[in-house]
């Protein structure tokens, strides 16, 4: 029936759904159940699919950071090595951590260290250590010069080569020796990890910074005996931790772990040589 150039339908035919026309231009459009507890879903759950689908990778974008967020702008490959957060893990130490280290590095016979700090080895506390031991080591050696001057009546200057010569002495021991035991064990098929070693290097130091406190006491003999037992449990610490991971570089095992206690002796020698042997001019 037609009216007003309206055609009038019959109610037992708008029934139901309606159909799609469908040909080459037109996909067949159905909604599947939604599953809103997984974000992104893993499937087609919630969107409208078809006969027509889009890239499998086409969703990826809802798991990877927007351009311009932090994680985009995290380096990679090697350029990481130049950045902050590649050595965020070494850092990850707190207090109790720190102390607990401390005291083992006091305890020198335990040789437990390496085994504690296998996991998670640091370099908050060698840092700390080391920048301690620099400027102790060059007031300590300064206030003694002063007060053996000041006591014969003499002239005294400040000496700022002492903290220059501190610095270098310490950073670049607790540097360059690691590294160099790194390569040696290296060569001998018995690595170690490079952390672990400026880690325990940088432990220990620490007993010389009681060590040049106890120098202010105005008697030679006295500073030579605190120095001896500074270097000799500074020694016995690198040694005895180090050992039983150096004996499976062979035969030269015991040559590698005496160079090794001789060397920290010599640092302990070199610190109180060069900072607590009082020189008064005339």
């Known amino acids: 029936m037609m009216s007003g150039g309206y055609t009038s339908l019959d109610s037992e035919k708008i029934s139901g759904s309606v159909p799609v026309a469908s040909g080459p231009d037109h996909v067949a459009v159905k909604f599947a159940e939604s599953n809103l507890q997984t974000f992104p879903p ?144 290296k060569y001998f098929s018995a690595p170690s990890g490079l952390v672990q070693l400026w880690c325990l290097y940088g432990y220990s130091l620490f007993v010389f910074i009681p060590a040049s406190c106890l120098s202010v006491v105005p008697v030679e003999i006295f500073r030579w005996v605190v120095a001896g037992i500074a270097g000799f449990m500074s020694a016995t610490f690198l040694a005895l931790n180090l050992r039983a991971h150096i004996k499976s570089a062979g035969e030269s095992w015991f040559l590698i772990v005496a160079g090794i206690f001789l060397l920290q002796l010599a640092l302990a020698v070199i610190l109180k040589l060069y900072f607590f042997t009082i020189t008064v001019g005339n």
Do not use: M
Request: proline share 6%; with cysteine.
């Open 42 to 185: 893993s499937e087609a759950q919630g969107k409208i699919s078809g006969v027509f689908r889009p890239p499998a990778d086409a969703d990826d974008s809802f798991s990877k950071p927007a351009r311009g967020s932090s994680d985009d702008s995290q380096p990679t490959g090697w350029t990481r090595t130049f950045s902050v957060a590649a050595y965020k893990s070494y850092f990850d130490v707190d207090t109790s951590d720190v102390l607990e280290r401390i005291k083992d590095s006091l305890l020198p016979f335990k040789g437990s260290f390496t085994e504690k700090t296998a996991d998670n080895p640091d370099l908050y506390g060698p840092f700390w250590i080391c920048t301690t031991l620099i400027f102790v080591a060059a007031a300590i050696g300064t206030f003694v010069t002063y007060v053996a001057h000041k006591l014969q009546k003499k002239d005294w200057d400040y000496d700022i080569n002492l903290v220059t010569w501190s610095a270098g002495l310490f950073y670049g021991y607790v540097t360059i020796v690691p590294l160099g035991l790194y390569l040696l064990l």
